[in-house]
């Protein structure tokens, strides 16, 4: 027995020590391998920090999230409400309220009325009768005015969920379908897609979330919007299947009625500058046949208080009437543009009431059947302004019955301003000033109004404007192009007679030109070099057919005076 043990002890004498030290080597590397999997691929329990996530600092910040999108413009909270700032609400949920930065005012303006909130007021005014509400509606802090998101629900298709802790606010402003999906366990959403990434906020089992879209599809992860202003990514494995579901409001959206016309418009400007310039109006409409509309230039804004210069005749309208033409005054910024801040004029309540004011008596006074807006040159900043004079102005046209139409150049990209759409629902009338293509102040010479140049103003008018609503208006004039010996170019405004007569003067037989629709003619004299694209019958009536072409609501012209008799027989076609 004793023998036994001890040749036991001589084989267990025999282990390798170095064998020993490898092997726990080994084992040392498949544990921190181990570790180090373990670590790259389980889930993260890190929590994302809110306030950062939310980029919120003070105490009273809120952080907004429209429809599917957490902005960067911050409301704040007051009393235990949600305020977002007057652009959250022009850009993302209502472009008709109004801010008055100058007067301290917001405006809501509807089909027939004209809503107004003071800074610091816990009540509105309509038509001088006030509503109190048991919260303030507008605040002004560090300059931005805020204004209570409860009173722009009174007047939106919107809903909202305010929550605390972080402060958010969850807007929806965008109803039909929906694609959302539900939660197949209770999950995290992260702030991105991996295991790694921060938790956002836990769900549970049966959660819906919504489903947002990505420029490229994340395998396995999901990007979505929680029910209470979330939006991160989850797991495809966390998931059921995706479904559509359909949300609505009970909001009902104001309707604006519009004085339109159960025949073509054949309208034409005459150009008006003292009083005894009425007195042409018996030989212009003996002139013009079939002209179903004037618009004499009578209204002329002459101080940033918005006061105008009239020009009005009675009897200039009666004859008018009774010759069945109706009369569309018209009122303008440019003969005083020297002496007026048309922006200031637009961008404050008072001076742009004071002006709708006027309009409306003047209209009244001489029985008007319309008045046609004709500002131009406006600049950037007066935009906001400008459309809602054309909404205020639409308010009492509509309440006396009184025809609203609005001048637009061809739509460019630095004319976007003048907010053509908006004009397309308030207004009775879009008129396309479709000419101006080349004008004065242009540095290379070339046609007023080229059949492309027309054409293009016409679709990219139709893009936000209804064709019924939509009249293309024409030149009767053309320019006279001159560059001197020295190179210099300048032009000259001339009525088509005139323009014929230059080219017969100096024997010269136009040629037609296809890409502009155009007759084409060019001389060459002791004082330099002319050259004309003429407007007469045959280009008058290549844009007269686009007209018909798109269904438009009418034809307009500038202006009467320059044109050939001939030109009403052709326009006469086109608009019976």
């Not at 007026?340 to 006027?358: E, F, G």
């Not at 024997?507 to 330099?528: C, K, L, R, V």
């Amino acid at each position: 027995m004793a023998a036994k043990k001890r040749r036991r002890k001589r084989r267990r004498s025999r282990i390798n020590p170095a064998a020993v030290g490898i092997l726990a080597i080994l084992l040392i590397v498949v544990i921190a391998a181990a570790v180090f999997l373990i670590r790259k691929y389980s889930p993260s329990k890190e929590l994302m920090d809110l306030k950062l996530y939310f980029q919120l600092e003070e105490e009273d910040d809120l952080a907004i999230i429209v429809q599917n999108e957490l902005i960067e413009d911050k409301g704040i909270v007051l009393n235990g409400r949600p305020y977002v700032s007057t652009e959250v609400v022009k850009d993302y949920l209502n472009e008709r309220f109004y801010w008055d930065s100058a007067e301290n005012l917001y405006i809501y303006t509807t089909p027939d009325e004209m809503i107004t909130a003071a800074v610091g007021e816990s009540q509105y005014t309509v038509d001088k009768k006030s509503t109190a509400v048991d919260y303030q509606i507008i605040k002004v802090e560090d300059g931005v005015a805020y204004v209570a998101l409860e009173y722009i629900k009174e007047h939106t298709a919107l809903d909202y969920e305010y929550m605390e802790e972080p402060n958010r606010v969850q807007i929806t402003c965008e109803y039909g379908e929906t694609t959302v999906v539900d939660a197949k366990r209770n999950s995290e959403v992260r702030y991105r897609a991996g295991v790694k990434s921060p938790i956002l906020t836990e769900v549970k089992k049966g959660d819906v979330l919504y489903v947002l879209e990505e420029p490229e599809e994340i395998e396995k992860w999901t990007r979505v919007r929680t029910a209470d202003g979330y939006i991160g990514y989850i797991r495809d494995s966390k998931l059921k299947d995706e479904y559509t579901i359909t949300t609505s409001t009970d909001f009902v959206e104001p309707e604006y009625s519009s004085l339109t016309k159960d025949y073509t418009i054949n309208l034409a400007w005459h150009q008006v500058t003292n009083k005894d310039a009425n007195n042409t109006v018996l030989e212009k409409l003996a002139d013009a046949k079939g002209l179903t509309t004037i618009s004499p230039t009578w209204f002329f804004i002459k101080d940033d208080n918005g006061n105008i210069q009239s020009l009005a005749s009675q009897d200039y309208v009666n004859y008018c009437h009774q010759n069945g033409v109706e009369v569309w005054g018209l009122v303008e910024n440019i003969t005083y543009k020297d002496q007026i801040d048309i922006t200031s004029i637009l961008n404050k309540t008072s001076s742009r009431q004071n002006l709708v004011t006027q309009l409306i008596a003047q209209a009244i006074q001489y029985d008007l059947d319309g008045i046609n807006v004709d500002i131009e040159a406006l600049p950037g900043e007066a935009g906001d302004g400008f459309i809602e004079f054309v909404r205020e102005l639409s308010i009492m046209c509509r309440r006396n019955n009184i025809i609203l139409s609005v001048d637009n150049y061809v739509p460019m990209a630095y004319n976007q301003n003048y907010n053509r759409k908006e004009q397309g629902i308030v207004a009775d009338y879009v008129i396309i000033m479709g000419y101006d293509e080349h004008f004065a102040g242009s540095e290379e010479a070339g046609s007023v109004a080229s059949i492309g140049y027309v054409r293009n103003g016409i679709e990219k008018t139709l893009e936000e404007v209804p064709a019924e609503k939509v009249i293309n208006a024409v030149p009767f004039y053309t320019r006279l192009w001159h560059t001197d010996n020295d190179g210099d170019l300048s032009s000259s405004a001339i009525g088509m007679s005139s323009a014929a007569k230059t080219l017969a003067n100096n024997n010269i037989t136009p040629e037609w030109d296809e890409e502009t629709a155009q007759y084409y003619g060019e001389f060459t004299n002791s004082e330099g070099f002319y050259q004309i694209w003429l407007e007469e019958e045959r280009s008058i009536e290549e844009k007269a057919k686009l007209m018909k072409e798109y269904g438009l609501a009418g034809i307009a012209s500038w202006r009467l005076g320059y044109e050939k008799d001939e030109i009403w027989d052709i326009i006469l076609k086109y608009v019976n």
